[in-house]
């Protein structure tokens, strides 16, 4: 059992119920949590409201559709051990953009436009780069006009499962376990150490094949067009 104190010393304490998981999700950690208070969870799904405008400026950003799939890449996080290189990323682009005639939309903010200029450099075709273009909530309506977004392991993955968006999220050094999304249908995990377990998990990251990555993006939109009945307002936890 652990405590968790807050307030002047001797004041009321939290207690979270049972032992500290490693590996259990944090939302279900934090939810455990809330629940010794008495405090009831509507349900494991994670939400991101949007105004019409905010939809509007996406839709917008990205532009009129024309029956392309439109990818989304995210190649930020603020620990740089969690990047997968722009070079990967831009080997990425260019296979998706082969295989599916796709749409790439660089996503990021403003500190990440170095990131999504070097994406763009080791592409062969161009791409829409928003990085540093949209506020927090026309970020949010972007990701919600994907077809897929692939990311690191970093809030865009967190902010892809509250619009259901398919996703792939890529995990090098952090535990997917305790950091991936919870519907493992609609987001794949690739945990780049299980291809690469003699190194430590940022080098695992950063040797992460994009042939590799492609694939599993190829997996996910045949995945979706099976199921997609499923409401993306839900979580559905694997």
Known sequence: MRSLGYGPAGDDRLTIVGEWLDDEPEPVRWLRLISTIGIRADGLHLDFPLTRDEQQQAARLIGPPDGRPVIGLHAGASDPARRWPPDSFGALADALMAQFDARIILTGVASERPLT??????????????????????????????????????????????????????????????????????????????????????????????????????????????????????????
């Open 117 to 238: 200029a070097q994406v763009q450099a080791a592409m062969h075709h161009p791409a829409t780069d928003l990085a540093g273009s949209t506020t927090l909530g026309q970020f949010g309506a972007v990701i919600a006009a994907l077809d897929l977004l692939v990311t690191n392991d970093t809030g865009a993955s967190h902010i892809a499962a509250a619009a259901g968006t398919p996703s792939v999220v890529l995990f090098g050094p952090t535990d997917p376990r305790r950091w991936a999304p919870l519907d493992l249908i609609r987001h794949h995990v690739v945990s780049a150490p299980d291809y690469h377990p003699a190194t430590d998990g940022a080098t695992a990251l950063r040797l992460l094949s994009p042939d590799l990555v492609a694939d599993r993006c190829h997996a996910v939109l045949r995945e979706m067009r099976a199921t997609r009945h499923m409401s993306p307002s839900r979580e559905y936890v694997a």
